[in-house]
């Protein structure tokens, strides 16, 4: 019996995704717009608008572009392109642009390149063809050797710029690459443990001892139920005891902005008119457009300039204020739509290689709004990551045109891949 498939024909463009991106992008572009429409009169083309339609046209070009491009070329020209984006992290680290105390730009003249953003898509393709070809196994720790190698140099590049937001896309494409190449959900949980121990045991978190104690008995709970090797189990579980009493060894070593971040996160109210003045203003825009909104470009917080970065961290607080409940439902399920018909590649196409690359594109695409929309309504403290599609930003557009051509490449190519290792 032939299977059938959601998605059509294998060999054919999958056009209902391409309209959910261009919709998306429809919608960044008129945000954009209205943020910025105050603005004293320029030409048209100077314009962050116009400049934002540019971005996404070059985008377009370049993703068609990709969209052909045989996978197996891919594969080959992974490493080359992993290695040339570390060369344009450690040049940024000596040479880059300053914005807001953090070196992330090379300033080119006609457009300011952020290597971070380049790097996402040679990290993605590099660990996707490694961890195509060489699963992981928890038991057997050289397997975890080379991509530990692979993720920890443009972790610490991108972590010394300082962008700790960027670093931890990395982590994110990581920690997705390995549950598809072969750990368990439970094991990436293991792996990812001191981390939370790190967070919950910090004094910043009211009753931290009691939710890090919490922690660390289900953490014993779920070790005793995986039976690991008793030398495996102790190991990670005086990790997460060490990592706990080193919190603020770990807090110490945050930059100040980043620790004036995470304070204001958990106390916005002590700054209003300092560090906690974004998140605020952020909520007040949101909270004030109700159900439907006030309207296009009527939006008071925006329209007075009382929201700051209104057009690129904090788009989401426009659509918000100007288009309500309603409009940021639309958006949401516009990126769940995306997210639907991108994972659909994975379960279209077997392949590792196809498997690991599709999922971790969601990755990037998911660890961006999710952090984003909530850093806006002040669940998350105020990181640097933009919104897909809807914040302004020339590196970070084509960064998701880049993304939708790989993607539109496995939908088109993947099945080519099929009885090949």
């Not at 995704?17 to 008129?30: D, H, N, Q, R, S």
């Not at 060894?249 to 620790?259: K, Y």
């Amino acid at each position: 019996m032939k299977k059938f498939s959601i998605l059509g024909k294998t060999e054919k463009m999958d056009w209902f995704f391409i309209g959910v991106t261009l919709l998306l992008m429809g919608i960044g572009v008129l945000l954009v717009y209205s943020a910025t429409s105050t603005v004293s009169e320029i030409p048209f083309y100077q314009t962050l608008w116009f400049k934002q339609i540019a971005y996404f046209l070059a985008g377009i070009v370049i993703a068609i572009g990709l969209t052909f491009i045989k996978i197996t070329v891919w594969r080959k020209i992974a490493l080359p392109l992993y290695l040339v984006s570390l060369v344009l992290l450690i040049i940024v680290l000596f040479f880059a642009g300053d914005v807001k105390g953090a070196g992330r730009w090379i300033d080119l003249g006609f457009f300011k390149l952020q290597p971070s953003e380049f790097a996402k898509i040679a990290y993605l393709l590099m660990i996707s063809t490694w961890l195509s070809k060489h699963p992981v196994d928890f038991l057997k720790f050289k397997t975890f050797v080379v991509p530990g190698l692979l993720f920890i140099f443009p972790f610490v590049l991108v972590l010394r710029q300082p962008d700790l937001s960027t670093a931890l896309v990395f982590t994110m494409v990581t920690l997705t690459g390995l549950f598809m190449a072969g750990l368990r959900l439970s094991e990436v949980f293991f792996i990812v443990s001191p981390f939370f121990s790190v967070i919950l045991s910090h004094s910043q978190v009211a009753y931290s001892q009691l939710f890090w104690g919490g922690f660390i008995c289900v953490l014993g709970f779920l070790l005793y139920r995986r039976r690991l090797p008793i030398a495996l189990g102790m190991a990670i579980f005086l990790i997460n005891i060490f990592a706990g009493y080193t919190s603020t060894m770990a807090w110490n070593h945050l930059e100040p902005h980043q620790q004036k971040r995470v304070e204001t996160f958990f106390n916005p109210m002590a700054d209003p008119k300092g560090d906690g003045y974004q998140v605020l203003q952020s909520m007040t825009a949101i909270g004030s457009g109700g159900l439907s909104g006030k309207g296009f470009g009527n939006g008071t917080q925006t329209n007075l300039s009382f929201l700051p970065e209104e057009h690129t961290d904090f788009i989401f607080s426009v659509l918000g204020e100007q288009f309500g409940f309603i409009g940021c439902a639309i958006v949401l399920i516009l990126y769940f739509l995306f997210l639907w018909r991108a994972m659909e590649i994975a379960k279209l196409y077997a392949h590792p290689f196809v498997v690991i690359l599709s999922s971790g594109v969601c990755a990037i695409i998911f660890f961006h709004v999710t952090v984003n929309i909530a850093m806006t309504i002040g669940l998350m403290p105020v990181t640097g990551l933009p919104l897909p599609f809807l914040s302004y930003g020339g590196s970070f557009a084509m960064t998701c045109m880049c993304l939708v051509g790989l993607l539109c490449n496995m939908r088109l190519q993947g099945y080519k891949m099929k009885g090949k290792n």
